[in-house]
């Protein structure tokens, strides 16, 4: 498997252009998550899919953030008008629950995979 | 304060010294606890993972938990340059699968 794919690797953009951010996870993980990270604010959740249904998005900065999973094989990050404070790498990642042999682990933990990111540059 | 807090270095140590890596925690209803490297300009890779307290070891990374003192580590035998990236822990509780992570520390190993 060629792991987690992300596009554009690199993405330079002026300030109030709409942003598309594009991942492919490993083919039969269930989950796949956004990440943002920063110096400054380190690794931070943007929002979660479990089986294309988003779960949990207060991870995401404001309205012109959005994230999409029409299908179990694509998911799309929006930013749009973009601004020079997204500028960050953004991780998307894809897993699924590993009981392993975690001896008396009720649900199991999150084994995740992260892409290569895509590292954004707002001017 | 941070729900995980871990000291970003960088932590500068000699080829073949046994490294320490800590993080502390807040939130006594963590139950999973991991380690992600991350090299430079790369996604981080799950390194390591245990599930409560205890030890667990592969290879020459060795994980430790502590959960009465809230207290997680993961300690590097022989170290070498190729150890050199900045190590992330992550935890999560029993009922969801948001991972809280630490700010990572950045570890240099030098030759």
């Known amino acids: 498997d060629a792991g987690v794919i992300q596009s554009p690797r690199h993405e330079v953009t002026e300030m109030g252009q709409e942003v598309t951010l594009r991942c492919k996870p490993i083919?039969?993980?269930?989950?796949l998550f956004w990440y943002r990270q920063t110096m400054m604010r380190g690794l931070e959740l943007l929002i979660y899919f479990n089986n294309n249904v988003p779960i949990d998005d207060s991870g995401m900065p404001e309205d012109r953030f959005s994230a999409k999973m029409p299908n179990a094989s694509f998911s799309t990050l929006k930013i749009q008008p973009s601004e020079p404070r997204d500028s960050a790498v953004y991780f998307c990642?894809?897993?699924?629950?590993?009981?392993?042999?975690?001896?008396?682990?009720?649900?199991?933990?999150?084994?995740?995979?992260f892409g290569q990111g895509t590292r954004l540059t707002v001017v | 304060q941070k729900e995980v807090e871990q000291d970003p270095g960088p932590l500068s140590v000699p080829e073949g010294a046994i490294v320490s890596l800590n993080c502390t925690y807040s939130?006594?209803?963590?139950?999973?606890f991991m380690w992600y490297r991350q090299y430079s300009r790369k996604g981080p890779e799950l390194l390591m993972y245990t599930y409560s307290s205890g030890n667990k070891e592969d290879g020459r990374f060795t994980a430790q938990v502590d959960k009465s003192s809230k207290y997680i580590s993961l300690f590097i035998r022989d170290s070498q340059p190729s150890d050199s990236a900045t190590y992330l822990c992550a935890m999560s509780g029993d009922s969801n699968y948001q991972l809280i992570w630490g700010a990572g520390t950045k570890l240099i190993i030098k030759p």
């Open positions: 990642a894809s897993g699924y629950r590993d009981r392993g042999s975690l001896l008396g682990a009720r649900r199991g933990y999150l084994k995740a995979f």
């Open positions: 083919s039969g993980h269930d989950y």
């Open positions: 939130n006594s209803a963590f139950q999973y």
